[in-house]
């Protein structure tokens, strides 16, 4: 074996240190590559003149629509049956009982929102016709049937306190009108909630209509508008309970299939009104740590077929998604690089509303108009 000359040597200790370095520089660019940008500081959507004229149609092409409809109802006998105008004569449209009560909703934002409305009258004379003392009468009747105390529970019943708190926030003679007629049904629900919560021992984290979270939230809204003490310490509670120990929720595992809501964000949206700031700090740092990265991002829900049912409830995802991250960035500024995603949520679904099969139609407006007003929540 012939020894290594001296030259030789120094020829290697050169290379390897080219070459060690040559790779530590390769690493740092790699690295340097795989910092994303951060989301540029961006405001909120905000709902527009042209846009309540355009949203405004939905509900008032659908909330005295009878049919298509799905009744949602347990029957006790034959004597239960009847035509769904016959059983909910104020909330028969929309194809379903909740989509009819926040297509309501939707009419009543916007003609608060815009006293000018381009189809201002159209909207009064329906939301008169449907919402009167008589036609809520029977609505309270229908739940009184003892195989229907549960009906629409928890997601109609909230939507139908939202309502009711936009009633009673809007400064109109009409609105105090139909406040007073839904009062009694206002009531009943605020009750049912009341009874139902202590029941619940453990929280349904689902995407779709039973999700406890949403349905807290805006209970919690009207609770809070309204100061019943008693249903807001309620929901207080139970939100506690159900959710403070919470940790690294599994958002990657979202969405599925036929989500229109987040498990995750919906669980944001009730715990950032329930705790104070410094508990919600803690709180969200271990539940979504993430959310604090400037350049935080996640995929807006991609709608294959609108004119399925199911799936197009991908849409009304990414609305629920907007509406709870700009709740979020409009309560705490450090999230402020969130309406960045949430208007990209918003922008993906927004354009496939109008003309849109009825299948989303008859319910994604109200998405809509509630995403794009939350930055004034």
Not at 19 to 40: C, H, I
Not at 102 to 129: C, D, N, Q, T, Y
Not at 332 to 356: I, M
Request: aromatic share 12%.
């Amino acid at each position: 074996m012939r020894p290594i000359s001296f030259l030789a040597i120094v020829f290697l200790v050169v290379c390897c240190k080219n070459e060690t370095a040559s790779e530590e520089k390769n690493s740092e660019e790699e690295v340097a590559n795989s910092v994303e940008t951060p989301n540029p500081i961006e405001k909120p959507l905000k709902l527009t003149f042209d846009q309540a004229n355009t949203l405004a149609n939905l509900p008032l092409e659908c909330v005295q629509v009878e049919y298509p409809n799905k009744l949602n109802q347990t029957l006790g006998g034959k004597e239960n049956l009847g035509e769904p105008k016959e059983l909910h004569p104020a909330f028969y449209g929309c194809f379903d009982w909740h989509s009819s009560v926040h297509g309501h909703w939707s009419l009543v934002k916007l003609l608060k929102k815009f006293p000018k409305l381009e189809k201002r009258e159209e909207a009064i004379v329906k939301l008169k016709e449907n919402i009167s003392k008589e036609n809520i009468e029977k609505e309270i009747e229908y739940f009184g049937d003892k195989h229907n105390k549960s009906y629409e529970r928890t997601y109609g019943w909230a939507w139908l306190l939202k309502l009711a708190e936009e009633l009673h926030t809007w400064d109109d003679p009409v609105a105090r009108e139909l406040e007073v007629n839904l009062q009694p049904l206002t009531d009943l629900i605020a009750q049912k909630f009341i009874d139902f919560l202590p029941k619940l021992r453990y929280p349904i984290r689902v995407g779709e209509h039973t999700n406890t979270a949403f349905g807290l939230s805006f209970a919690w809204d009207y609770a809070n508008t309204m100061s019943n003490l008693k249903l807001k310490e309620s929901i207080e509670n139970k939100a506690r309970e159900f959710y403070s120990n919470d940790e690294g929720c599994p958002i990657t595992w979202e969405p599925s299939g036929y989500d229109f809501l987040s498990p995750c964000f919906e669980e944001i949206d009730i715990m950032r009104r329930v705790l104070d700031q410094k508990e919600f700090e803690q709180w969200i740092s271990d539940f979504m740590p993430q959310l604090k990265a400037k350049n935080f991002n996640i995929e807006v829900g991609e709608v294959s077929d609108r004119n399925d049912g199911k799936l197009v409830h991908l849409d009304g995802l990414n609305f629920s998604r907007a509406w709870v991250l700009y709740g979020l960035a409009k309560q705490y500024k450090e999230y402020e690089h969130l309406f960045y995603v949430a208007n990209r949520h918003v922008n993906y679904s927004l354009p496939n509303l109008v003309g849109d099969a009825y299948e989303g139609g008859h319910w994604l407006g109200s998405f809509a108009i509630y995403a794009l007003d939350a930055n004034t929540q």
